[in-house]
């Protein structure tokens, strides 16, 4: 448990423990936890007057970004976009916000370094938060979509790599490796989407325990989340061209295929009909007395194969 505290002249003090706290007498009060135990929920509570609707929310393995209104505070879901290299994945990592009129609490369970530079930032400069637990709020969601940057960058530079591949390769890629950014991009679209609509109610004038001047700032990580999904959405209209031109070239490739098998298929039919016609065991079959006949159906077998082949090479059948 991490722990930032500023008294009512604006002095920074780093208590132990909660029990050290008075939350009356806090100008700000920032509780950091990382995969807090049941009793540390338990006495979060307690302390903050949590509603435990909300502690079930933060206990629960999947969780949705979203923001609901209590008595006393704001309760807010995040979610971090993490790379995960080892499943070629983009996973998201939850967190669980608690704002209240001096106050913030955040829960994860998984390692947030967002979190450090925020706190950096605020014990180097405690001015530029103006004392108020909100402005500490918008630096972690501002940090967190900052970050969304670099992800969706990679994935537009992973499309163009891929089509130049297909260029390159006459329009036969490794679908796979398709597949799989596709996979990636409609992970990013999910959260950016699902994160803007907390944005945009976290910036309405009405919402309790956010100073009025901070939805200007608020307003500009929509912002930057509006960028990131157009650049999103962008990466889906080419990677479904990605696709098309795949299975166009797949397509024509078969269809070649098919058209040397029909040539050769229409080269052997003539020869197949000669060879069946004399396989015929009637007695009287006026070829079978003469003694050049074997001779001469070996001679036509051969002049119309070659005739059928010059005609597939005249006609670019191959």
């Not at 933060?58 to 979610?79: G, M, R, S, Y």
């Not at 450090?116 to 979509?145: G, Q």
Request: glycine share 4%.
């Amino acid at each position: 448990m991490r722990i930032y505290l500023q008294d009512k002249t604006g002095v920074v003090i780093e208590p132990a423990s909660l029990q050290e706290v008075g939350l009356p007498e806090c100008k700000l009060l920032w509780v950091d936890l990382e995969k807090p135990s049941s009793e540390e929920l338990a006495l979060i509570g307690r302390f903050f007057d949590i509603h435990p609707v909300a502690l079930e929310e933060c206990q629960k393995e999947e969780t949705l970004p979203k923001v609901q209104e209590f008595a006393n505070h704001l309760f807010i879901i995040w979610d971090f976009l993490r790379d995960d290299p080892s499943t070629e994945k983009l996973e998201t990592s939850s967190l669980c916000m608690f704002l209240g009129a001096n106050y913030l609490v955040t829960i994860h369970k998984e390692p947030a370094p967002e979190f450090d530079r925020v706190l950096d930032n605020l014990e180097k400069e405690p001015s530029l938060y103006k004392e108020h637990p909100a402005p500490v709020l918008y630096s972690i969601l501002d940090t967190a979509v900052d970050e969304y940057f670099p992800l969706v960058e990679d994935l537009t530079e992973k499309i163009d790599t891929y089509m130049e591949s297909l260029l390159l390769d006459q329009g036969v890629g490794d679908l796979k490796t398709i597949l799989t950014i596709k996979h990636r991009n409609m992970a990013a679209r999910r959260m950016i989407t699902a994160h803007r609509d907390v944005v945009m109610k976290l910036a309405r004038r009405d919402i309790p325990f956010i100073p009025e001047g901070l939805s200007v700032y608020i307003m500009d990580v929509y912002d930057h989340l509006v960028r990131i999904g157009t650049e999103v959405e962008n990466n889906s209209d080419l990677i479904s061209s990605s696709l098309d031109i795949h299975l166009n070239a797949v397509s024509n490739r078969l269809n070649v295929t098919m058209k040397r098998l029909t040539t050769i298929a229409l080269v052997f039919m003539p020869l197949t009909f000669l060879v069946g016609l004399y396989g015929m065991n009637f007695r009287h079959m006026p070829e079978i007395g003469w003694r050049y006949g074997y001779l001469l159906v070996w001679i036509m077998l051969l002049v119309i194969a070659i005739v059928m082949i010059i005609i597939a090479r005249v006609k670019d059948w191959f």
